[in-house]
């Protein structure tokens, strides 16, 4: 952040008015109020109407931080520390950090039918007796993947031995039993919405399997608004570099 001077008449925000990223859009907050306050408007919203309670929400905001597609540091530490400070226990965190690494694996189900379409000769393992075995244990699990069954099943014909260990990866997060399965459908609906992935098939599983284990659409819907807020990182991580290359030039406001 750019240093202002001591006389500047901006006054920090009282701490119950702190949003989120805070300190990182102070700047911000100085140089474009309006800005600042339509945003404000935007990130408190899903905290108005009490769907879900403060901790699952800032597991969520966890979530999308720290996907892989979204990583932003800062926000990852701030939300660390808001979700351990309104009851959030330092497993169910790692638990969340283990679950949302579970998202490389669409770079598997999104390539995997596009090579065996593409490929000129099928797999090599296609058909074989382990890939049979594996697509008759895993139709009783089927309702987790639907939206996605075909991708799962082309990946499973084209290496079976990589999908078991895929799968154990995935399964993982369910086995250890530290987060509900209803919290874990939001945090997974959460990282498939991210405007940094927007992967809909995974999407529309990850809905449909919340609203199965009782949640209700608010719910869900406060999971997506919490999500919709995350563009504001550009500003976040941009503006303290706009600042400081403008400065170089001389270029800066008066204002700042």
Not at 36 to 52: D, I, V
Not at 148 to 156: G, L, Q, R, T
């Amino acid at each position: 952040m750019v240093p202002r001077d001591d006389d500047s008449d901006e006054s920090p925000p009282a701490e119950d008015e702190r949003t989120y990223l805070a300190d990182q859009l102070a700047d911000l907050r100085h140089e474009d109020p309006a800005f600042y306050e339509t945003y404000r408007g935007l990130s408190e919203h899903p905290w108005e109407s009490g769907s879900l309670d403060p901790r699952i929400k800032e597991l969520v905001n966890v979530a999308l931080a720290s996907a892989t597609t979204a990583l932003y540091e800062p926000a990852v530490r701030e939300h660390v520390g808001r979700a351990l400070d309104v009851g959030a226990t330092y497993e169910e965190l790692l638990a969340v950090l283990e679950l949302v690494s579970i998202l490389g694996m669409h770079s598997a189900t999104v390539g995997y039918p596009i090579l065996v379409e593409e490929a000129d000769e099928p797999p090599a393992a296609a058909g074989s007796e382990s890939s049979e075995r594996i697509v008759d244990e895993l139709e009783e699990t089927r309702a987790f993947f639907s939206a996605v069954w075909d991708d799962v099943v082309a990946i499973i014909e084209s290496d079976p031995d990589y999908w078991e260990h895929l799968y154990d990866f995935l399964r993982h997060p369910y086995d250890a039993g530290v987060l509900d399965p209803v919290e874990m459908e939001f945090l997974y609906i959460a990282i498939d919405a991210g405007t940094s992935h927007l992967y809909t098939a995974g999407l529309t599983v990850h809905v449909r399997n919340a609203l199965r284990l009782g949640a209700t659409p608010e719910e869900i819907g406060e999971v997506l608004q919490l999500a919709s807020t995350t563009g504001i990182h550009t500003v976040a991580a941009g503006l303290p570099l706009l600042q400081e290359e403008a400065a170089k030039r001389g270029l800066l406001p008066d204002r700042v």
